[in-house]
């Protein structure tokens, strides 16, 4: 097995709705806001090489939209899915595999693209398997009012349409490889994946810990559904994750690419920040 980062693109989004009830003057600290009140944010995915699989984590937003909609966000820097690949020797054709931690259009809009003659969408990995799990689509097929603009139809109902869509079973391992856990706080069943390679376990945090700055236990975002769910659900992590050394691969901060916690006085915090290939040459 072999495991890679892939930058797709940065983007931002407003402090204050990242941080929820947290005040801009200790979130700042570590997250500094533009003058616009905007921080900087990464969509980095994860590659899987793994016997004949090649599995690619998230998928970033895409770029399908309109310039409008990606005017919203602040879209910066010069990473690009395919740059990335390409990077490394691969081809969007060569992925076996496309996981999908939840369905938001910033984890998933790269997963479709316009057809040929710009008359419909397909799917931009023509040779993937699509996983999800049916809790979750069905969440967001059925999007709730507060969700609702995250959950774009044309990101989400063309992957079912394409038959490439695929539900994990109780044993995701089976499935795709690797160990999942569920979260609830931030949408219904976000996936987790929990990866063993070279003696490590590293775990894709998606957007349970979006950055270093949410580490502490309040510092949770405006955009959870069930906020006091997530702050339970990060307490949990978090002390399993410094009992057992984890290494966290953050998707969206765009300082910081892997992380450990450790126990403190003050509760679980930052121990070491990494880049990945630091770790694994």
């Not at 890679?4 to 402090?15: A, H, M, R, S, V």
């Not at 005017?71 to 010069?78: H, P, R, S, V």
């Not at 949408?187 to 929990?194: A, D, F, N, S, V």
Request: charged residues 25%; hydrophobic residues 35%; negative net charge.
């Amino acid at each position: 097995m072999r495991i890679y980062p892939i930058e797709t693109g940065n983007f931002k989004l407003d402090g204050g709705a990242m941080f929820g009830v947290v005040p801009k003057s200790l979130w700042q600290r570590t997250n500094p806001a533009d003058v616009n009140n905007m921080i900087d944010m990464s969509m980095r995915c994860l590659l899987i090489e793994d016997g004949d699989r090649l599995t690619l984590i998230d998928t970033g937003i895409g770029n399908k939209q309109s310039d409008k909609f990606y005017g919203y966000y602040y879209l910066f820097g010069d990473f690009s899915l395919d740059k990335s690949l390409a990077e490394l020797g691969f081809h969007r054709d060569d992925i076996t595999d496309v996981f999908l931690t939840h369905l938001h259009f910033d984890h998933c809009g790269g997963a479709i693209q316009w057809n040929k003659d710009k008359t419909g969408f397909e799917p931009a990995f023509k040779n993937a398997k699509f996983w999800s799990n049916s809790r979750h689509w069905d969440w967001a097929v059925n999007p709730n009012p507060r969700e609702k603009a995250s959950f774009l139809s044309e990101n989400i109902l063309p992957i079912e349409e394409s038959g490439q869509l695929n539900f994990l079973h109780l044993n995701a391992k089976d499935d795709v490889g690797f160990d999942v856990l569920f979260k609830d706080g931030h949408t219904e069943k976000q996936m987790l994946p929990k990866i063993q390679y070279k003696g490590k376990t590293i775990v894709f945090m998606a957007d349970l810990l979006p950055t270093v700055g949410h580490i502490p236990l309040p510092y949770v975002m405006g955009y959870d559904t069930r906020p006091l769910l997530t702050l339970k659900e990060k307490e949990a992590f978090l002390t399993e994750a410094a009992d057992n050394e984890y290494l966290l691969f953050l998707e969206h901060d765009a300082h910081n690419e892997v992380i450990t916690v450790k126990h403190t006085e003050k509760g679980v915090r930052l121990n070491e920040t990494y880049k990945f290939r630091e770790i694994f040459n």
